[in-house]
């Protein structure tokens, strides 16, 4: 699975995407009932701890996005649910590989995938 995200300080920051079809992605799914988890960024392998944003911080790092894919609003209205913000913190080195392992590419660095609805 190939997600974009943006870099907040030692933090990756990604929207749940699932084009503009009905439902949560799977990863998203997997991620609720498993938080901590492997990616594979462009400069690493770190472990990760996942949570959900909301409130003053989800609208902040929505605003980032925005500056990254200026359609962002736009692919947002297409879909039927709102999209979470999701924020991948370095873990504390308990994930174990088989909980998940979610390859990401920064958008920044030329991959876009377009985050989905508010």
């Known amino acids: 699975m190939i997600l974009g ?4 300080g030692p933090n990756l920051v990604t ?3 699932n084009g503009s079809g009905k439902g949560e992605p799977q990863w998203w799914l997997n991620l609720q009932a498993n938080p ?8 690493g392998i770190p472990e990760v701890v996942d949570h ?6 989800r609208a902040r790092r929505w605003d980032r996005w925005r500056s990254t894919d200026k359609n962002l609003d736009g692919y947002a209205r297409r879909r ?4 979470a913000g999701v924020v991948l913190e370095p873990g504390n080195g308990s994930a174990q590989l088989g909980a998940g392992h979610h390859g990401l590419t920064n958008p920044a660095d030329g991959e876009d ?4 609805r508010t």
């Open 52 to 57: 959900a944003v909301s409130g003053s911080e």
């Open 36 to 43: 901590e988890s492997r990616v594979q960024p462009t400069d």
């Open 15 to 17: 929207l749940t995407m």
């Open 80 to 83: 039927p649910a709102s999209t």
């Open 113 to 116: 995938e377009s985050p989905d």
């Open 5 to 8: 995200y943006i870099e907040d």
